[in-house]
């Protein structure tokens, strides 16, 4: 199985099981995916606990190994050895799971799409297929370059170009930052 496969089977049982499943087992579940996929999808891994809980931010060892054993039970993950103490690792084993019915998760989903109310906000696109020439670009620093040596498709980027730039040096002459050298650069 793929990580996303093994995602969606997660999220198939999740959505089947809403009392069942808390966002401490899906921490738990997709750390434990992260470090089998860091470990080039080993088998068998070693999860540290201490590792786990620092990472997923948990801090009670108890609510942590109660999460854990379900995942077991749910039949995600496997136990092949349980850590003896603190200076040892739990070896576990992610479990191909098909029993996660999917049809649930799919029709909610399908029926989401449908339901989506049309957004008043708008987008605002720049479409741009003109490759610029960077010809003028180069030959001058960009503060010395005039409105009228750029062409028309790209007086709008040049424009922006220098207010950015003004910005820029504006905010440079504030913090007391030389502009001589930054000037002659076209920065």
Request: proline share 3%; aromatic share 14%.
């Amino acid at each position: 199985m793929t990580g996303y496969e093994f995602s969606r089977t997660w999220f198939d049982f999740s959505f089947e099981n809403p009392q069942k499943v808390k966002p401490i087992h899906t921490a738990i579940y997709f750390f434990a995916l992260e470090s089998c996929n860091r470990l080039g999808w080993k088998e068998e891994f070693g999860f540290p606990t201490n590792l786990a809980m620092e990472a997923l931010g948990i801090k009670n060892y108890k609510t942590y190994i109660r999460a854990l054993q379900d995942l077991v039970d749910w039949g995600f993950v496997k136990w092949i050895q349980k850590s003896k103490n603190q200076y040892t690792a739990n070896i576990i084993a992610l479990v191909k799971n098909d029993n996660a019915p999917n049809k649930a998760l799919d029709k909610a989903l399908a029926n989401h799409h449908t339901k989506q109310v049309q957004s008043i906000a708008s987008i605002n696109k720049q479409i741009n297929y003109k490759t610029i020439n960077l010809k003028t670009f180069k030959q001058k620093p960009l503060i010395k370059i005039k409105n009228f040596e750029v062409s028309n498709d790209q007086k709008l980027s040049f424009s922006w170009a220098i207010k950015f730039q003004e910005l820029f040096l504006k905010n440079l002459k504030n913090k007391g930052a030389p502009l001589k050298k930054n000037k002659r650069s076209g920065v």
